[in-house]
């Protein structure tokens, strides 16, 4: 299990270490950015999506205050975690037209990622259930994180683990039948199952590790000016966000899309988690972004693309908040 060491010489402090892993082989280099509370392993589905279609490298990786990686408390900021993300590509010796693709928290730190890099560093982006700061979520969300905060320890794993796919996918979704090939009846089970074997693998996420990155969150704010700043760079820019998104206000998808100049994709009747609930289109215009990017390089794709994509469109693994 590799690890980079990022923040050596930061006010904010440091150093940490970010445990990543690479898949795949090829041209495009892909950077995933997962949201609060995921891991790594909520990029599963979209790994195999892009596997599947050949000529990428992906990394992914569990940012500070998950995971295998250091979990530090409060005290920095959605800036600082695209730091840790910056330095994980110089590690990866990845400067030029790298394709970035960030959820929720880690569509904030794809923001800010952008912003800092030098220009010429990212080739495509796609924002996915995200926003730029300074919005009110909704009333849901704040009742489920108040409880959680103000009364720690009063719910049980799994009575947290059904709270969670309340507030990331849409009720219809997870009540709906499974893919045949999963081998559940409901995506509500096939969900709950991923969840227990991420805490398996992943174990649980500290207290101060989540307050770290809520804390972050809660600062985070990037001006019209500086999503017009995304928008000059000249690179593709997809945003996307689901209508019944219980977390994150599908306006704020609005809002960021127009102050970068970019397309939205609005995915009807789907929640937070866009890869999971809506693999084939999510992932297809992902790609078709990536397509558009300068320095993307077209690789020949298999013979049996669509099956094989049916057969990997199975979404076994959660999202993040």
Not at 50 to 66: K, V
Not at 176 to 192: C, D, K, V, W, Y
Not at 278 to 299: D, E, I, N, Q, Y
């Amino acid at each position: 299990m590799p690890f980079c060491t990022v923040a050596k010489d930061r006010p904010t402090g440091g150093p940490y270490q970010l445990c990543y892993e690479l898949h795949g082989s090829g041209p495009n280099k892909v950077l995933l950015v997962m949201g609060l509370s995921g891991t790594m392993r909520a990029w599963d589905t979209t790994v195999r999506q892009l596997l599947a279609r050949n000529g990428y490298e992906i990394c992914i990786f569990d940012n500070r205050g998950i995971g295998h990686s250091d979990q530090p408390g409060p005290g920095y900021s959605v800036k600082d975690m695209a730091e840790d993300a910056y330095e994980l590509l110089l590690h990866l010796g990845w400067t030029k037209d790298v394709l970035l693709a960030g959820v929720s928290m880690g569509g904030m730190i794809s923001q800010e990622l952008v912003l800092l890099a030098p220009p010429g560093t990212f080739g495509a982006l796609v924002l996915i259930s995200t926003h730029p700061g300074r919005t009110i979520p909704p009333l849901r969300t704040i009742w489920t994180f108040a409880s959680s905060l103000l009364l720690p320890g009063t719910k049980s794993e799994e009575d947290q683990f059904h709270t969670y796919c309340k507030l990331v996918f849409a009720l219809p979704w997870l009540d709906a039948e499974a893919p045949p090939q999963s081998g559940f009846h409901t995506n509500r089970e096939m969900i709950l199952h991923s969840l227990r074997e991420t805490r398996k693998e992943k174990g649980v996420q500290s207290e101060q590790g989540r307050m770290g990155q809520l804390r972050a969150i809660g600062q985070h704010y990037v001006s019209p000016q500086r999503l017009a700043q995304i928008g000059a760079l000249g690179i593709p820019v997809l945003v996307m966000t689901g209508t019944e998104d219980a977390l994150i206000r599908p306006k704020n998808s609005y809002y960021i899309a127009k102050h970068i100049g970019a397309p939205l994709e609005v995915f009807k009747g789907a929640g937070h988690g866009l890869a999971q609930e809506r693999p084939h289109r999510f992932h297809a215009l992902m790609c078709a972004t990536f397509a558009k990017s300068k320095g993307f390089v077209k690789v020949a794709q298999p013979d049996d693309l669509e099956k094989t994509l049916l057969e990997v469109d199975m979404p076994i693994s959660a999202t993040s908040l």
